[in-house]
């Protein structure tokens, strides 16, 4: 028979197996094993972990930050990813993933209206800020700045406020990089896509550009760089390709060339 002071121990010890241990939030610094992996094996890690994709934003360098957030930690995170490979993970703010500390629910994130555009934030992120340290009336100011540059309004820097100038700069950069499909082209011809060749080989990557319809019609050497100027008739684009060390160091339309004609 077992004695009340036995049964008092008995009892502590289910009660010590019933309660649940806490879960430590999985901050970036935990997570760093992601770095180099490509964009679309790091997504399904993060998801297999419990975080949910908030947004995306692509930048006009052409690097996407992507914002997680785990509800279960109250934790987000930004992963910095450039041509399909991540490049870094970091802590990122609750609000940056549409939460606030203490409000008991998630915060109404505002999206954008327009199809191109469709899942942009209203305010500007951590990352748009370009790590400058701005109080609660300069965040103000460059949120509603980066909304008009995102939006196209009119520039309305009615305060002379520099956030609202970064921001709006900030603004306009993530709008053109959402329409860059559009190449500021409008017509029946689709745009043949550059983007993914960054980084490519010369040799393939040269192909590439003729298998998609492109022509040389320039070609010079400037320092240990070579340059190729190429045109696509049908969609008037007109493509820079920078080669240095056997590879595409850089390629961009850059609008008109003497020879793109």
Known sequence: MIDRFSSRILALGVCSVLIATPVLAEKASNLTWINGKDAASADRELRNRGFKSISS???????????????????????ESYSGQVMSINDATDQDCGHHKGDGAAAAVGVVAGAAILGALLGGKSHHKDGRDYNREQTAEFDRGYADGLHGATYHNYSRSDAYSHGYEKGVDEREANLSHHHRRGGYAQVARIDDLQGARAAGGMSDLESRGFKQVDNFTSGNARYSIQWKRDTRQCVQVTIADGKFYDIRDIGTHPKCR
Not at 57 to 79: F, L, M, P
């Open 57 to 79: 934003h692509r930048s006009s360098s052409g690097y996407v930050n992507s914002y997680w957030w785990n509800g279960g930690d109250d934790n987000c995170i930004v992963v």
